[in-house]
């Protein structure tokens, strides 16, 4: 399966199903997006969202989100997505790879992501494509 990963410039009626499609896939809590958010998120300076495409049709996506702090310019992987009909077949990777592409060309110094436990697969996918395990606590502070 030849995986061709794209970046989203403009959330058509294609991009938005396959949101609609592939977000439950990955969060049972998350709302559906629709056009308007899809494109609030692809005009931010900071956001990248990356579309996997095989055979046309979109089987995956990720968003790179990328900034500068005082200690240089980092960048973290979010909501990286791959259809079940898809896994397996490492749509995964290329979208990973071509985050890190991205992220070198914007001169960060690190990369950063996380995934549950329980993702066994999509851990041995980030430590295949050069991730190091760390050992930190993350915390969150929930808004709402």
Not at 37 to 54: E, M, Q, Y
Not at 113 to 139: I, K
């Amino acid at each position: 399966m030849d995986v061709e990963v794209e970046v989203m410039n403009e959330p058509t009626s294609e991009v938005v199903e396959a949101f609609g499609r592939l977000l439950p896939q990955l969060s049972s809590s998350a709302p559906p997006v629709d056009a308007a958010t899809l494109r609030d998120i692809a005009s931010g300076a900071a956001s990248t969202v990356l579309l996997a495409r095989s055979d046309g049709e979109i089987v995956g996506t990720t968003t790179l989100v990328i900034f500068r702090i005082p200690t240089g310019v980092r960048a973290w992987i979010e909501d990286v997505v791959v259809d079940e009909a898809a896994r397996g077949r490492r749509v995964g990777e290329a979208l990973t790879r071509e985050a890190l592409r991205i992220a070198t060309q914007a001169g960060a110094r690190t990369v950063d992501l996380t995934t549950r436990p329980s993702r066994e697969a999509a851990g041995r996918l980030y430590e295949r494509v050069g991730f190091a395990r760390r050992d930190s606590r993350l915390y969150r502070y929930t808004l709402s």
